[in-house]
């Protein structure tokens, strides 16, 4: 599966914060609504749990088909052969994931480094990522970035631009505005109480 042709709402699982019970039951709701790529991030060490569900929202993605992107970890993205892989400055190079995933789609964070993002698309990005754009509950300590960067990413890169970090459907509208391609978004949708709610908020923001 290659990337949407069109822009929308990145979901990545909040696997930190609620059960693999509620990851399952919410992603499937967000799924129905639609999202235009999901991402499987999580932190366990437990290998034989986070494989099992990682299958079974693979499945769900299957289902609604949307890309399966796994986080960081790059055997498990092989041994299930997801759709592709996110990788951050302490994961495997660009080189390393494109020699084991082969075509797969491979996404790369770039915090508010607009050189990493360079180099990144240089290598065979397929998308690149930038954020904290606002204060972000997954990643308190995360560096700022600001909408100027995404202006001048979309001036200079010919792959889509990914914006991350404490985004609402209030304050996501600018980057929009900005032309990013795709908004990401964990807590935003994760840790609402109506993930079909949240996730057409989101989606609504595309659309006016």
Do not use: W
Not at 135 to 150: G, M, Q, V
């Amino acid at each position: 599966m290659n990337m949407p042709e069109t822009s929308g709402v990145y979901a990545i699982t909040d696997c930190e914060n609620i059960t693999a019970d509620e990851v399952l039951s919410k992603t499937e709701s967000i799924l129905s609504v639609g999202v235009a790529l999901f991402q499987y991030r999580n932190k366990t060490k437990d290998q034989r749990k986070k494989r099992a569900l990682a299958i079974a929202l693979q499945s769900l993605c299957k289902q609604y088909k949307t890309p399966f992107i796994v986080n960081d970890d790059l055997t498990l993205t092989k041994e299930i052969a997801a759709d592709g892989i996110h990788l951050g400055k302490h994961d495997a190079d660009i080189d390393a994931a494109r020699r084991v995933l082969g075509d797969k789609i491979i996404g790369i964070s770039c915090y508010n480094d607009f050189n990493r993002a360079v180099i990144a698309e240089q290598s065979g990005a397929n998308y690149i990522a930038f954020g904290s754009f606002f204060p972000s509950a997954t990643k308190p300590d995360a560096a700022k970035a600001n909408i100027e960067l995404i202006i001048k990413a979309k001036e200079k890169f010919n792959i889509p631009v990914v914006a991350i970090g404490g985004i609402t459907p209030e304050n996501g509208k600018p980057l929009i505005n900005a032309k990013v391609d795709f908004l990401a978004v964990i807590s935003g949708i994760y840790s609402t109480d109506n993930v079909v709610t949240s996730t057409l908020a989101y989606n609504n923001l595309f659309m006016t």
